[in-house]
């Protein structure tokens, strides 16, 4: 789960983001309760889980954007080696968009629409790395080009509106990687758009991350994403990283409950007989107020024992293979 | 809980307010008529006057308490009268424009434009210079001007609720127009109007106080408290609170039922429109 | 964009059109003008030579074209009251109604606009509640009575401005204050909230994940958006207060536009009655139609 804790990562370099224990809380509502991660320059590292789990919480947590009535608190997190939990707004806002870029869910408001394509990308460059506008505006010109947009010349100089959804989001991602960051957050970016434009999307992050050795957090609910991209899987549940094994690993030797009725209810052409239920998770996803103990997928969980409502451990699968559940 | 009580303080200023013009002139007795010229401005009783007059005299000697509870009455009457009177033609308005609009809607917005770009004080004065002032004419006329935003307001939400289903029912169930228009319609957008209604009476209320201020409201000698102002204007140097009373008076009144109106937004959980 | 515009400005004669009438009926509503202005003691003679020397007597709407011909080209008519030209007597009060006008917005602006991003950027918080029980306090104001108030202030206790009059440019200062409390309320209301709705954006949330400073994201980046139905209603109020300047140009004392309509009202003087409610709607109308073409150049969206 985090470096230092868990038995997979033995040999390998400092990861550029590893979190520890973090926790968020709204008022009365417990929605990341202890979650681990860590991220590898190279590694697509997926984060998925249903609506309501604490991903883009967690992501956000990450990045100091919660809202002001959000209480983070954290074992550790660490950038780069450097412990930034404890940087106030100022000296985080110094990291955000310079050393971790950051993409949202929806291209066709997550942009400024009084401020044309061009002149949001060179204010980004500008504010951390100074210069003429002249330099900021060739470097945009290219990072546009480097996500697959033909003409960047006319688009620098148009406005959101003028763009389509698939667009948008390419200048988002072009905007994120404007001061060459070491991590990328995505959270859910293909998910507002179509079918068609997300294959698209996904390929340009796999292909801009082996280019530029980029560490990808993919935050995610669809799995057909995970299976595609991912390197490093984590699987959320009310607010705990429940499973977190290497791709190929989660899906040959599923260990949590939650993981495996998660699998199972994904239609794979060609394993599923005409005849079989498509598997499915009854109840939904449990509200956690303060005060909650034990694991949060009891309620839904086929296997759940007496014990469950106690503090769960975490146990291995494998290597690099860690889930938090009773059952070995 | 600041808003609760708020609107409480502007329920307890208007419930008093109408309580002081119902019964006020019969507590009162002085009346606010009665010229005394021997005995004109003098101070309030608390601060050197006499016991007769607790709030002083005016510069004909007349009661100020007295004057100043009629007044309340005038205020509240006004407003209230001139509120209706908008209300009806700018609900009217808005409702047709809203249900059918294409054309009917082109000319009511046409109407509430033209309505917009005409200098209302002066309109107002104009009417009351040509016709003769009185308090009939004066809640016809600000009545006749005042209802540009409840046409507005009718107006967007009978576009809203126009396509909803329950009225696409009734007309599949051959409801007359004026059933439809006014059981499905308006009892659900009555919310809207209500606090329109408000802020349209104190609107009304100070509107009444400007034009009596300037002399073309509310003929002499009935105690408008805008008329009071213009007439202790002479001598508020000498002696301010001539016209601070009254002026005092309106401000808390207007603010108690912009609070009211403000306590209904929030009960009705309406947005609040510019 | 320009088709849109192009609608406006048809519909924009249009209401002129219909305003001309108004304004023209309005002065006749009580009867014949000309028995206003012999007064009381007038022989039929003597209303029938009036009548005849003010054109009173022709079918209205020949009187009705001829003053709309005669004002197209800037004759207003001749005020009774006065024996001069409407339109030179309108012609030396306008600056100084302008000059209010524009003073009182001024005043608006500099007080609502930065005390509404300040509450929008504290919502919820004692700053924020604070602003609002301001702007409520402001509404229920009588304008009239507060300038009273002032000049009382000023004019008794603290000599520092002068109170009736304007000398100087000083003289603006405490009648365009004054002016500017009608506009105050919904200026800082429409602000609070178009800063509040543009905080909670996602283009904000992109530009606190790009690291721009707090400066940049408030001023730049989300007042520019809240800016645009401002800048509209900023307009809209502008011409409300020239409407209500006749207030406040009685109160203070102010040779403007409004203190001649006042004037010429109480004295029946219906030729400068008809020139000025025109002039003040045609100025209404004008801003409005300014408002709409600095709303489409504020919005890229509303260009294509």
Redesign the interface.
């Given at each position: 789960m985090g470096c230092g804790t868990c038995s997979g990562c033995a040999g390998v370099s400092e990861p550029v983001l590893a979190v520890e224990g973090l926790r968020v809380r709204f008022g009365g509502v417990e929605a990341v309760r202890g979650a681990s991660l860590a991220v590898r320059a190279g590694e697509t590292h997926c984060l998925v889980g249903e609506s309501g789990c604490g991903k883009s919480v967690s992501a956000r947590a990450v990045?100091g954007?919660l809202a002001p009535n959000a209480v983070r608190s954290v074992g550790a997190m660490r950038f780069e080696g450097a412990d930034i939990a404890g940087l106030n707004d100022r000296a985080m806002?110094?990291?955000?968009?310079?050393r971790i870029?950051?993409i949202?869910q929806?291209p066709m408001?997550?942009?400024?629409?009084?401020?044309t394509v061009g002149s949001q990308m060179t204010?980004?460059y500008r504010?951390?790395r100074g210069g003429q506008q002249r330099a900021a505006v060739d470097r945009a010109a290219s990072l546009l080009a480097r996500v697959g947009m033909a003409n960047p010349g006319l688009r620098l100089g148009q406005?959101p509106?003028?763009l389509s959804g698939g667009l948008r989001q390419r200048v988002?991602i072009a905007?994120?990687l404007m001061c060459e960051p070491r991590l990328l957050i995505a959270d859910e970016p293909t998910t507002a758009l179509d079918v068609t434009v997300q294959a698209g999307i996904l390929r340009l992050l796999a292909g801009l991350q082996a280019e530029m050795g980029l560490a990808l957090l993919l935050i995610t609910h669809d799995l057909g994403v995970v299976a595609r991209v991912a390197h490093r899987v984590s699987v959320m549940y009310a607010g705990q990283v429940v499973e977190s094994a290497p791709a190929a690993e989660l899906f040959a030797a599923p260990t949590h409950p939650y993981t495996r009725g998660l699998l199972a209810s994904v239609p794979v052409p060609g394993k599923v007989r005409r005849d079989e239920k498509l598997g499915s998770i009854p109840g939904t996803v449990p509200r956690i107020g303060p005060g909650f103990v034990g694991c949060g997928f009891r309620d839904r969980c086929a296997h759940a024992m007496a014990v469950c409502a106690e503090a769960v451990p975490l146990r291995q699968a494998g290597a690099g293979h860690d889930y938090l559940c009773q059952l070995t | 809980m600041t808003r609760k009580v708020a609107a409480a303080l502007g329920l307890l200023i208007v419930g008093f307010t109408l309580v002081v013009a119902l019964f006020g002139p019969s507590v009162v007795r002085a009346d606010p008529f009665a010229q005394d010229l021997m005995n004109r401005l003098k101070p309030p009783a608390f601060m050197g006057g006499t016991d007769a007059h607790w709030l002083g005299t005016d510069q004909l000697g007349r009661d100020y308490l007295a004057r100043l509870v009629y007044g309340a009455r005038i205020s509240l009457l006004i407003g209230a009268a001139a509120a209706l009177t908008s209300g009806v033609i700018g609900i009217t308005l808005g409702l047709l424009g809203g249900f059918f609009g294409g054309r009917v809607d082109d000319a009511v917005m046409f109407a509430i434009t033209c309505r917009l770009s005409i200098p209302l004080i002066l309109v107002a004065l104009a009417v009351v210079s040509a016709v003769g002032a009185s308090l009939t004419i004066v809640v016809t006329t600000l009545g006749l001007l005042l209802w540009d935003r409840f046409a507005v307001v009718a107006r967007t939400t009978t576009m809203q609720v126009r396509t909803l289903d329950y009225v696409a029912a009734a007309e599949a169930a051959g409801a007359g127009l004026f059933h439809v228009l006014f059981r499905e319609v308006l009892p659900n957008i009555a919310p809207h109007l209500v606090v329109v209604a408000t802020l349209e009476v104190a609107l009304a209320i100070l509107l009444e106080a400007v034009l009596s201020f300037l002399g073309l409201g509310v003929p002499a000698p009935l105690p408008s408290w805008g008329l009071m102002i213009a007439e202790g204007k002479d001598y508020m140097f000498f002696d301010p609170w001539v016209i601070m009373v009254p002026g005092l008076a309106l401000f808390t009144l207007v603010l108690g039922i912009n609070l009211v109106g403000d306590g209904l937004r929030d009960l009705f959980g309406v947005r609040r429109r510019v | 964009m320009w088709r849109f515009l192009l609608r406006r400005a048809v519909l924009a004669v249009l209401v002129c059109g219909t305003v001309l009438v108004l304004s023209f009926s309005l002065t006749r509503v009580a009867g014949d003008p000309a028995l206003a202005v012999a007064g009381p003691q007038a022989s039929a003679a003597d209303i029938q030579a009036i009548r005849v020397a003010y054109g009173l007597d022709r079918p209205l709407p020949t009187q009705f074209f001829d003053w709309v011909g005669k004002a197209a080209r800037g004759d207003l008519g001749r005020s009774y009251l006065f024996r001069e030209p409407v339109a030179n007597l309108v012609r030396d009060r306008l600056p100084v109604t302008l000059t209010l006008g524009l003073v009182g917005l001024a005043f608006a602006l500099v007080i609502a606009l930065p005390l509404g991003i300040v509450a929008a950027l504290n919502e919820g918080r004692p700053l924020d509640r604070v602003v609002t029980l301001v702007a409520l306090l402001g509404q229920a104001l009588p304008s009239f009575w507060l300038g009273l108030m002032l000049i009382i202030l000023f004019g008794l206790r603290l000599q520092w401005l002068p109170i009736a009059g304007v000398e100087d440019w000083t003289g603006f200062i405490l009648p365009g204050l004054v002016l500017s409390f009608s506009a105050i309320p919904a200026l800082l209301r429409l602000t609070r909230s178009g800063m509040i709705d543009a905080m909670a954006s996602d283009y904000i949330r992109t530009a606190r994940a790009g690291g721009l400073s707090r400066a940049s994201i408030v001023c730049k980046h989300a007042a520019r958006n809240a800016a645009m139905p401002v800048v509209a209603i900023a307009a809209v109020q502008l011409g409300f207060m020239l409407g209500g300047s006749i207030v406040i140009e009685t109160v203070f004392n102010l040779p403007g536009v409004g203190y001649l309509a006042w004037e010429s009202v109480s004295k029946n003087d219906f030729p400068v009655v008809q020139a000025v409610v025109l002039l003040l709607a045609l100025i209404y109308i004008g801003l409005t139609l300014g408002a709409d073409m600095l709303n489409a150049l504020l919005d890229p969206r509303l260009r294509a």
């Open positions: 990045m954007l806002g110094k990291l955000r968009g310079d870029g950051m949202f929806e408001t997550s942009l400024n629409p009084a401020y204010e980004v504010r951390h406005f509106h003028q988002m905007m994120a | - | -």
